[in-house]
Nanobody
């Protein structure tokens, strides 16, 4: 059974940094692409960043709004996905979701419950 558990959300001031973690069980990074999505208040869920399966040897992709500020990474030994967020802006406030294994109508087959990130001045 696949399960994704996010952590690391919270409140941070503008310009600050936050790191989110996603611990997937039942997911093999070698064969499953991973992604971070977010849903700002009152808006649709949007793709923040994605990375292909390790075997695909592809580079991560980033939304224009976070490029240069956010970094997706994987600890393959411990099977943890990270999202390092720097220079945070108020508009980065959202519920952040970890997603695994491309497929299905929503783009990915498996989703975490989400973790709230609130950026304030």
């Amino acid at each position: 059974q696949v399960r994704l558990v996010e952590s690391g959300g919270g409140s941070v001031q503008t310009g600050g940094s936050q790191i989110l973690s996603c611990v997937p069980s039942g997911v093999d990074f070698r064969y499953c692409g991973m992604a971070w999505y977010r849903q700002p208040p009152g808006k649709e869920r949007e793709l923040v960043t994605s990375v292909g399966p390790l075997d695909s040897d592809t580079s991560p992709t980033y939304a224009t709004s976070v490029k240069g500020r956010f970094t997706i990474s994987q600890d393959n030994s411990n099977n943890i996905l990270y999202l390092q967020m720097n220079s945070l802006k108020i508009e980065d406030t959202a519920v952040y979701y970890c997603a695994a294994c491309r497929g299905g109508p929503s783009g990915y087959s498996y989703w975490g419950q989400g973790t709230q990130v609130t950026v304030s001045s």
